[in-house]
């Protein structure tokens, strides 16, 4: 299956800054989505970008796919963003692979 | 957003016991979900891929007759865990494809934790 590395494992941050994820991947996709786990497990669709960019109020992300990375940006950190930030590709199969995470946890 | 529902959130059962976990798609049909499951501090894996009025298909290294898959119509799909042991305790998640043919985008539902005593 597609390789996916996430970086940073860990990420703390101070309420109000900014911060950029990392998402490489191995193989071409027709899929690339970001998700944040909640505590309760929940995973929110926070991107659905295989390719290009979208901005959802704080949030952003960019997918290079012809060099396989996908960035999410952060902006104005608030203790809600504290979580398990999760990048997912896939194939034509609809299978998704996971990275292993970047837990953020923003300090008020 | 599509939505996705499972049911029970969580179910607490005695070694040796099956337990079923059931996946809806609430406003689409989704021929194809999918099974995954979660470690604590780890990362997803997908387990299964559920087929609706044919055999689920199972990744590499899990044991079909442990997990069965049913996807008995085109919003429900159901993954029971036979003779459960507590090494099987674990978050487990489905999620379907909302327009297969028209985009990859995949919902998830919110997860049923399973503990075995």
């Known amino acids: 299956g597609i390789q996916v590395e996430q970086s940073p494992p860990d990420l703390i941050l101070q309420e109000g800054a900014n911060s950029t994820l990392r998402c490489n991947f191995s193989d071409s996709v027709n899929n690339l989505q970001w998700f944040h786990q909640n505590p309760w497990g929940q995973l929110i669709n926070l991107f659905y970008?295989?390719?290009g960019t979208k901005q959802n109020g704080r949030l952003s992300a960019t997918t290079v796919a012809t060099e396989r990375y996908s960035l999410l940006y952060i902006s104005s950190s608030q203790t809600t963003d504290s979580g398990v930030y999760f990048c997912a590709v896939g194939g034509n199969d609809y299978k998704l692979s996971f990275g292993a995470g970047t837990t953020v946890t923003v300090r008020a | 957003g599509a939505v996705v529902s499972q049911h029970p959130s969580w179910v607490i059962c005695k070694s040796g016991t099956s337990v079923k976990i059931e996946c809806r798609s609430l406003?689409?049909?989704?021929?194809?979900m999918f099974w995954y499951r979660q470690f604590p501090k780890q990362s997803l894996m997908l387990m299964a891929t559920s087929n609706e009025g044919s055999k689920a298909t199972y990744e590499q290294g899990v044991e079909k007759d442990k997990f069965l898959i049913n996807h008995a119509s085109l919003t429900l799909s159901t993954l029971t865990v036979t003779s459960a042991h507590p090494e099987d305790s674990s978050f487990y998640i489905c999620?379907?494809?909302?327009?297969?043919?028209?985009?990859?985008?995949?919902?998830f539902g919110p997860g049923t934790r399973l503990t075995v005593t």
């Open positions: 406003d689409f049909q989704a021929t194809t």
């Open positions: 999620s379907a494809p909302k327009e297969p043919g028209r985009g990859f985008e995949q919902y």
């Open positions: 970008i295989p390719s």
